[in-house]
């Protein structure tokens, strides 16, 4: 936890021009009755296009923090904001607005739903969005090109799954989302925040 707790050691002053801001993080779990507190009073800042790696040992919550971060998780305590907004203060439309039109989530699983191809996949959230089908297919397309799948648009997800085709699939929220929150497990167990 050494990584996590050097990162809280950064207090932040005012919020003005910051994509994120965490305030006292705090994160605690319950498992029967043992309590097991995994963040402790997180203080940072991650300024628009700064890139931040977050590493430390399996356990130590690399991924309940960016979980938090994403809004997928809820804190114990503290505060997290994006340019400026308290996350946890909206209202659950609001929030599920937020996730969908600012965030890119690469998870470490694929999540791919079998029976689409791997252009229908990464089309999927675009069209949630109610972006029209030629202009989600279009930059589906490309997105899939950008990282070496062009060749695949027809395959179906059962096919392609082990293929990495989970990265345009999460970025294409939006064409840019304002933060891309990845976590990777490889050697040594790393995880990864990108932020645009």
């Known amino acids: 936890m050494s990584e996590l707790r050097a990162a809280a050691a950064m207090k ?5 021009g910051r994509l994120i801001e965490v ?4 994160k605690t779990f319950y498992d029967a009755d043992r309590e097991i507190r995994v963040l402790r009073g997180l203080d940072f800042a991650v300024q628009a296009g700064e890139e931040v ?7 130590t919550g690399k991924s309940t923090l960016l979980h938090i971060i994403g809004s ?12 400026g907004e308290d996350l946890f203060a909206l209202d659950e439309k609001t929030l599920a607005e937020f996730r969908n039109q600012k965030l890119g989530f690469v998870f470490q699983f694929h999540y791919l739903l079998a029976d689409f191809t791997a252009l229908e996949n ?15 297919g279009k930059v ?4 899939l090109s950008l990282v070496g799948l062009g060749d695949k648009l027809g395959e ?7 293929r990495a085709d989970r990265q345009p699939r999460s970025a294409h929220r939006r064409r840019s989302p304002r933060i891309v929150s990845s976590i990777e497990s490889r050697t ?5 925040d990108r932020n645009s």
């Not at 305030?23 to 705090?26: S, T, V």
């Open 12 to 16: 932040p002053k005012a919020s003005r």
């Open 23 to 26: 305030r006292g993080l705090d």
């Open 53 to 59: 790696a977050i590493v430390g040992e399996s356990g």
């Open 72 to 83: 997928l998780e809820k804190p114990t305590a503290g505060k997290v904001y994006f340019e």
């Open 122 to 136: 990464v089309m999927m959230p675009a069209l949630i969005a109610r972006m029209p089908d030629e202009t989600a």
């Open 140 to 143: 589906a397309a490309e997105m």
């Open 156 to 162: 179906t997800a059962a096919a392609a799954r082990r």
């Open 188 to 192: 040594g167990d790393h995880a990864g």
